[in-house]
């Protein structure tokens, strides 16, 4: 995501905690992989999502979602498009899920493609 973002000349920040009020998360599901030693485990069960805080609330952007017009209301995320998700794609996950990558985003650099 880290050399996508550059390439697109967007002028990006990774944070540890919290969301981003306005940019990109990772959200990895949890499952039997959860505790795995592999490295790459968890990478195989997560999902990007865009994030964007309005006046109204946290919205979020899910490509699954493109049919309701992608942005839907956090609340509406978690509760409609997570568990269809999770049905359809990690029929082994829990449930649960925790954002693990963060980038907040802010415009585009000067001189981007």
Same mark, same amino acid.
């Given at each position: 995501?880290?050399?996508? *973002?550059?390439?697109?000349?967007?002028?990006?920040?990774?944070?540890?905690?919290?969301?981003?009020?306005?940019g *990109?998360?990772r959200v !990895?599901?949890?499952?039997?992989?959860?505790?795995?030693?592999?490295?790459?485990?968890? *990478?195989?069960?997560?999902?990007w999502?865009?994030?964007?805080?309005?006046?109204?609330g946290?919205?979020?952007?899910?490509?699954?979602?493109?049919? +309701?017009?992608?942005w839907?209301?956090?609340?509406?995320?978690?509760?409609?498009?997570?568990?269809? *998700?999770l049905? !359809?794609?990690?029929p +082994?996950?829990?449930?649960?899920?925790?954002?693990?990558?963060?980038?907040?985003?802010?415009?585009?650099?000067?001189?981007?493609?």
């Amino acid at each position: 995501m880290r050399a996508a *973002l550059d390439s697109a000349g967007a002028a990006w920040e990774e944070s540890q905690e919290g969301w981003p009020s306005f940019g *990109l998360v990772r959200v !990895a599901w949890h499952g039997p992989w959860w505790d795995d030693t592999e490295p790459f485990a968890r *990478l195989r069960h997560s999902h990007w999502i865009a994030t964007h805080d309005r006046a109204d609330g946290r919205w979020v952007f899910d490509g699954n979602a493109i049919a +309701q017009g992608g942005w839907l209301p956090a609340a509406r995320w978690c509760g409609d498009c997570v568990p269809a *998700l999770l049905a !359809a794609c990690e029929p +082994q996950a829990t449930g649960a899920w925790r954002a693990v990558e963060r980038f907040a985003l802010d415009g585009i650099k000067k001189g981007a493609p």
